[in-house]
């Protein structure tokens, strides 16, 4: 592989004098100076004052946890923020192209539209895994980024390392490895590895098994040099107030994190042993992740059946390869036995 980060930055992103917030320059000043430089408004609520722009104390915290280095990680209005700033520093309109593996999550499909680059879908495998062959048949000079979702949404299955390492050793742009599901699987973090490989980029969200999906907080965890283009045009103040607080508290609490990981495992086990018994389920794809993938003989009557029942599941029929197949996320007890009651009752 011979990736260099300046081939594909965009030049004008290059050439950029980032925005210097009113913050910047004075954070390392402490919090008892007086501030009248933002023209904020001056009476104490909470959250008068503008956020901290680096998110400096959450992302300590973070790479405490991680074993690297905060200036590492880049955090964002939810992962979805982050991936766009991928798309808007190293993707030019119009000229360059992406890689997505379908059936994955629909926000790369979207967010290659919203900046008018092409997305090429290579579809997976019958076994949901990457057809490295048919990944590089596609590959040009102008694909900046390939996407790889593990766990995968919506199949819950995580992506063989062995093909996650060809790709990173013959690509030479960015792999993005979207872990948002990497909490519930078997298998560590690609986070260890990103010295290994410079053009690895892991995203990760506080959505899931943090509990904290009203929050918004996306994650992305690469080299120092990807990360210092990604700050360059990341809006000032991306991360509020309210979010970094909350942020803070959640991860400082990884005991209660991790007590419902293990609740959330067990009830997986469970709903997929019922789900298997069911006379209209077909097949029950092994997951990884929150979520279980169920082939159905209907999957439309059923989705409905199911939403007159009170139960709100997702319909994936409509991905490649999912034809027939309903989404099930992992819930409480309580939930999945009403669930699962539901299900014995549909005729």
């Not at 045009?233 to 803070?248: C, F, G, H, S, W």
């Not at 019922?274 to 439309?300: C, G, M, Q, T």
Request: aromatic fraction near 8%.
């Amino acid at each position: 592989m011979s990736f260099n980060l300046e081939n594909i930055t965009r030049q004008n992103i290059k050439d950029l004098k980032p925005y210097s917030s009113a913050r910047d320059e004075f954070v390392s000043l402490g919090e008892n100076m007086v501030f009248l430089d933002a023209n904020e408004n001056p009476y104490a609520n909470g959250v008068n004052r503008y956020p901290d722009p680096h998110q400096h104390k959450l992302k300590a915290l973070l790479a405490k946890q991680r074993g690297i280095n905060k200036k590492q990680i880049v955090l964002g209005n939810g992962s979805d923020e982050i991936l766009d700033l991928l798309f808007r520093a190293f993707c030019e309109p119009n000229a360059d192209n992406i890689v997505s593996l379908p059936p994955t999550y629909g926000m790369y499909k979207v967010l290659s539209a919203t900046n008018a680059i092409e997305n090429r879908e290579v579809l997976l495998n019958a076994d949901f895994q990457p057809d490295i062959d048919a990944i590089f048949k596609v590959v040009n000079k102008n694909t900046k980024l390939l996407f790889l979702c593990s766990p995968n949404n919506p199949t819950g299955n995580l992506i063989a390392n062995n093909l996650i390492e060809s790709i990173l050793t013959e690509f030479n742009g960015l792999v993005v490895m979207d872990e948002a599901y990497i909490d519930f699987a078997s298998t560590a973090s690609w986070i260890n590895r990103l010295d290994e490989y410079p053009n690895l980029v892991v995203t990760q969200t506080l959505s899931k098994a943090y509990g904290m999906a009203g929050i918004r907080l996306g994650m992305c965890f690469a080299s120092k040099e990807i990360t210092t283009v990604l700050k360059k045009i990341k809006p000032p103040y991306n991360v509020n107030e309210l979010t970094q607080q909350r942020a803070l508290l959640g991860v400082k609490n990884s005991d209660k994190v991790a007590t419902q990981v293990e609740e959330i495992l067990v009830e997986r086990k469970n709903l997929l042993k019922a789900l298997s018994k069911n006379s209209f389920i077909r097949h029950v794809y092994p997951s990884e992740a929150n979520f279980l993938l169920a082939k159905v003989d209907d999957a439309k009557l059923r989705y409905k059946q199911l939403l007159n029942a009170g139960i709100v599941i997702r319909n994936r029929s409509n991905q490649p390869l999912c034809e027939n197949t309903l989404r099930f996320t992992v819930g409480t007890s309580e939930e999945n036995t009403k669930l699962i009651k539901a299900l014995k009752e549909i005729k």
